[in-house]
């Protein structure tokens, strides 16, 4: 069942140093967050055009979205988030929930080796996507099929972060 929230906490985005520089934001401390998903993890990806990925501290779920511009990337990443869970077939009670849970989005520093290696593999896996697929390519396209991968911290779990993910929705809204 799908928990009521207060709003007021938002959530946070855990970023590294070079996203921090580019979005130009002092960080705070981390909040809890006011959403099923939870926080996230991102960092500032140099192709051209220049990208962030956000990670889900949760499900690991990946979301890539144009860096620019920069300063606005928090308040742009909800809408971000809601096109790539409708991309998976998300129940749309949960995304709508999810969207309306999210508040405003503050910046922390990282916080977590592991998370910051499931975005070097994104990164990489990203990168090796775009360069047999072009440079053209959706970013939501490639955010869903990254979602696919399998992931070493998920094993003992769901595997991959789309599993993981539906797994969550089913738990949330039975």
Do not use: C
Not at 9 to 24: A, P, Q
Not at 66 to 77: C, E, G, I, M, S
Not at 95 to 108: K, L, P, W
Request: glycine letters at 6%; charged letters at 25%; aromatic letters at 6%.
């Amino acid at each position: 069942m799908l928990r009521i929230v207060d709003v007021g906490n938002g959530f946070t985005i855990h970023s590294t140093k070079k996203l921090l520089d580019r979005v130009k934001q002092s960080p705070r401390d981390p909040v809890e967050p006011a959403t099923e998903l939870g926080n996230w993890y991102a960092t500032a990806v140099f192709w051209k055009p220049q990208v962030a990925l956000l990670v889900n501290e949760r499900t690991l779920l990946p979301v890539f979205m144009l860096l620019a511009p920069a300063a606005t990337l928090a308040v742009r990443f909800p809408v971000e988030l809601r096109r790539v869970l409708d991309a998976h077939g998300i129940d749309p009670r949960f995304v709508d929930h999810e969207i309306r849970s999210m508040g405003q989005g503050h910046y922390a520093k990282t916080a977590s080796r592991s998370l910051l290696g499931v975005m070097n593999e994104f990164t990489f896996l990203g990168n090796a996507h775009r360069e047999d697929h072009g440079t053209d390519d959706d970013l939501v396209a490639l955010s869903v099929r990254l979602a696919e991968t399998p992931m070493s911290p998920l094993y003992k779990r769901h595997i991959s972060p789309d599993h993981e993910l539906k797994a969550l929705v089913e738990e949330t809204i039975p």
